[in-house]
């Protein structure tokens, strides 16, 4: 385990520890563990967006068995996607900046999801949503440093990159990327602490390119 992902791990687990002292986390086994199905939406002409992170369990601090390690990636993954879902691909578009709200963080405690609504350029598509008419995935990944005790998730670091093109006005190549910071709940995972950043790269604006005139054709009258 490289030395930035065990600090990383070490916070995470001094922030849980603080927690289930003042009793604002319900921290459970359940995390490693598959969820139940969720209904599935209602069919749509035109299918929309979506992501679906490869998941993929890097590093564990603790004792957690390898039988498991998919299980317990694919869940932190399912909350992740959540968010990625909610806040930068999902949704119509265009659409006033006002339209993210808390529904934006979903999996997110409410601490975080109040430090979050004040990073909105970064935490979401807020800033950039009225200027793009849609969003194609082009990659996502979600890599997991796991903490584990007598072979039960207590917390995670889920390291996420999600790129997207976006269309319309502001066509451009955008780049999500950082680290969420998350503990098992009774039937899922929850974020409580992230380190995100969004890059955008513009597309060349052809009207800016400069033009070619026809070469002489050497004739001679």
Request: with cysteine; hydrophobic share 35%.
């Amino acid at each position: 385990m490289t030395s930035s992902s065990t600090r990383r791990l070490s916070r995470v687990a001094t922030a849980l520890t603080a927690a289930a002292l003042s009793s604002t986390l319900a921290l459970t086994g359940c995390g490693g563990e598959p969820d139940k199905k969720a209904a599935s939406p209602s069919p749509s002409p035109t299918p929309a967006a979506t992501v679906k992170s490869a998941a993929k369990l890097v590093h564990v601090q603790g004792r957690f068995p390898k039988s498991r390690h998919q299980a317990v990636s694919t869940n932190v993954a399912k909350v992740v996607d959540r968010w990625l879902q909610a806040a930068y691909v999902g949704g119509d578009y265009p659409r006033a900046t006002s339209t993210f709200t808390a529904k934006s963080f979903p999996g997110f405690s409410k601490v975080t999801i109040a430090q979050a609504g004040k990073q909105m350029t970064q935490m979401s598509n807020a800033t950039i949503a009225p200027h793009i008419d849609g969003v194609e995935v082009v990659a996502s990944d979600v890599h997991v440093d796991l903490l584990a005790n007598n072979n039960y998730p207590v917390g995670a670091v889920a390291r996420v990159r999600l790129v997207y093109d976006t269309t319309g006005d502001r066509e451009s190549r955008q780049t999500v990327r950082g680290t969420l910071d998350m503990v098992p709940t009774k039937t899922s995972w929850a974020v409580f602490g992230f380190n995100i950043t969004r890059e955008e790269k513009l597309a060349p604006d052809p009207s800016s390119a400069p033009s070619t005139s026809p070469s002489p054709s050497g004739d001679k009258s």
